[in-house]
């Protein structure tokens, strides 16, 4: 079993829709979590860090933890098509050990 | 959030050179650098783990006298690829940990190198 398991899509959506992104994972070690967007060509820029359960809001961008579960999930309001990347979850231990999902690629049509 | 530069953003060269790639945090000390690889339409692959003034711990399976890592200051990390052939082309990126007990992880914009 993987660590993390995350959809490769892609994920088509009309623009304006919301957007669900999710990762599970199996080991309660990790206690951080992190979503990054990454455009093609391009390094990972890191659009949400969460560290408790519950939901965390910036801008359109939502993350929710929950620990109990082991789910994260990225929801992203009212869609762009510059929002089409490919997503990646991260997970981060107290040790400092991280890992990554293998990336949700989006796609928002105009 | 922080930002991490990382030079050349591409690179072509001739099989059998070398080449050097530095990454830097411009605006946080980072004591931890990590070097990954990344194939078209995959994830990211971790290649090392470079913590200042020590030596990098790299990933079973990457050489480590093919891919050397030096880590000599808390901003400047640099990756070359020593001898390089076809088939290490790749998109190479770099991220820094910030340390201040967060520990969130910002990336490089990525090298492309390309060897003919």
């Known amino acids: 079993q993987k660590e993390v398991e995350q959809d490769p899509g892609p994920l088509s959506v009309p623009e304006g829709a919301i957007v669900s992104l999710n990762c599970t994972y199996s080991n309660s070690a990790f206690q951080y979590f992190m979503w990054y967007r990454q455009y093609s060509r391009k390094g990972p820029e890191l659009l949400m860090y969460?560290?408790?359960?519950g939901n965390k809001e910036d801008g359109r961008f939502t993350a929710q933890v929950d620990k109990s579960s082991k789910y994260i999930s990225l929801f992203i309001r009212d869609s762009q098509p510059s929002d089409s990347a490919t997503y990646l979850c991260a997970l981060r231990s107290g040790t400092y050990k991280y890992i990554f999902g293998t990336g949700t690629r989006l796609k928002v049509l105009a | 959030g922080a930002v991490v530069s990382q030079h050349p953003s591409w690179v072509i060269c001739k099989s059998g050179t070398s080449v050097k790639i530095e990454c830097r945090s411009l605006?946080?000390?980072?004591?931890?650098m990590f070097w990954y690889r990344q194939f078209p339409k995959q994830s990211l692959m971790l290649m090392a783990t470079s913590n200042e003034g020590s030596k990098a711990t790299y990933e079973q399976g990457v050489e480590k006298d093919k891919f050397l890592i030096n880590h000599a200051s808390l901003t400047l990390s640099t990756l070359t690829v020593t001898s390089a052939h076809p088939e290490d082309s790749s998109f190479y990126i770099c991220?820094?940990?910030?340390?201040?007990?967060?520990?969130?992880?910002?990336f490089g914009e990525g090298s492309r190198l390309t060897v003919l």
């Open positions: 969460t560290y408790s359960s």
């Open positions: 605006d946080f000390q980072a004591t931890t």
């Open positions: 991220s820094a940990r910030y340390g201040r007990g967060t520990g969130e992880l910002f």
